[in-house]
């Protein structure tokens, strides 16, 4: 439910409406805006008889919120949200960023020289799995902490803040002991516990899109997020599954768009995973970025034919190079 306060309402108003709200048993958050307050109220179950509030001096409306997003809304947040990640931010305004790196860390040598490359390419983070959540259980899982010391090192060596995947909570404490983001992979996006404990940390999480979520889960799933405590959150779409077979999954790059209208948290878009060929890549990184993305996150390898996971999606370091500076040019002409 969002209270809106007349343009005129007062300060002693506002506050007299946010203490009825927390004497029902609900919280009462204030959304100052340009023209007037509103006041959104959360932890309600079901509809709230809202008679009395109603009557209250200085009340111009009520409007039920419906959607099983809140705090992630811009009804209730009109003003976007900037992610703050060691000297880079991620949000609307923003130059849109690049993270870039292997799909999971191999070895030493391998993130090294992805790290070394990507970020003199460009790239402001660098990504690399060391949980991996795969599809069958019999191909390479990940390096697991010994993956998180790797990127901690090629951090050390480039400056690069580094993104990681946590596929259980347990492991979350563990993770974010290493990661300067913490990524929810697609298959986990509904994995509720996992979403409630990223929601206890004050690190930023990259929230993959589901592989058949509606926009709506999507972003419902970013609100147990939020709900937890947590409000830096980078949305993060890599194609849906549909009949199509050509592609690993369909780009949905609508999403960006409708994304930035329903809420205020940053959208990025991974083309990689939603092409899975390696020659799609560049072409809808740069849709991505015209359709107004605020950042790409691509796979590179130094050797992708010898890739322990995702070799035919991944670009080699001068394929990188090359959509670098073609990104750079969509980057001057979008005004950045
Ligand atoms: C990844 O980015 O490493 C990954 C596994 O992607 P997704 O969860 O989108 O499949
Ligand atoms: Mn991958």
Redesign the pocket.
């Known amino acids: 439910m969002l209270i809106v306060m007349h343009r005129s309402a007062t300060q002693k108003q506002i506050g007299a409406v946010m203490a009825a709200v927390e004497k029902m048993g609900l919280k009462a958050s204030s959304i100052p805006g340009s023209e007037r307050t509103a006041i959104g109220v959360l932890g309600n179950k079901g509809y709230v008889d809202d008679l009395s509030i109603r009557d209250f001096p200085g009340v111009k409306d009520i409007i039920h919120v419906s959607k099983p997003y809140k705090m992630v809304s811009r009804d209730f947040h009109p003003r976007p949200t900037i992610i703050r990640i060691i000297g880079v931010e991620i949000g609307e305004g923003r130059s849109p960023v690049t993270i870039a790196g292997p799909?999971?860390v191999e070895n030493k040598d391998q993130i090294l020289r992805t790290a070394r490359a990507v970020k003199a390419a460009g790239a402001e983070l660098l990504?690399g799995?060391a949980f991996?959540?795969r599809t069958g259980p019999y191909t390479f899982q990940g390096l697991k902490e010994e993956g998180l010391k790797l990127l901690a090192l090629a951090r050390q060596e480039t400056g690069l803040p580094i993104v990681s995947?946590v596929m259980t909570s347990e492991n979350v404490e563990l993770v974010a002991g290493y990661v300067d983001v913490l990524?929810v992979?697609?298959?986990?996006m509904q994995n509720f516990d996992l979403l409630r404990e990223v929601g206890r940390i004050r690190k930023p999480v990259l929230l993959?899109r589901g592989?058949s979520a509606t926009i709506e889960e999507f972003l419902a799933a970013a609100e147990y997020i939020l709900a937890e405590g947590n409000s830096q959150v980078i949305l993060?779409e890599?194609g849906i599954r549909t009949f199509e077979t050509a592609t690993r999954n369909s780009l949905d790059l609508s999403v960006v768009p409708i994304i930035k209208e329903l809420s205020h948290l940053p959208i990025i878009v991974?083309p990689?995973?939603a092409t899975g060929k390696r020659n799609l890549v560049p072409p809808m990184a740069k849709a991505a970025l015209v359709a107004g993305a605020h950042g790409i996150?691509v796979?590179v390898h130094p050797e992708p034919e010898k890739a322990l996971s995702d070799g035919p999606q991944s670009l080699t370091i001068p394929g990188f190079q090359k959509l670098m500076q073609e990104t750079k040019k969509i980057k001057d002409f979008l005004g950045y």
């Open positions: 799909c999971a990504r799995g991996k959540p995947e990524q992979g697609a298959r986990n993959k592989l993060c890599r991974d990689s995973h996150m796979e």
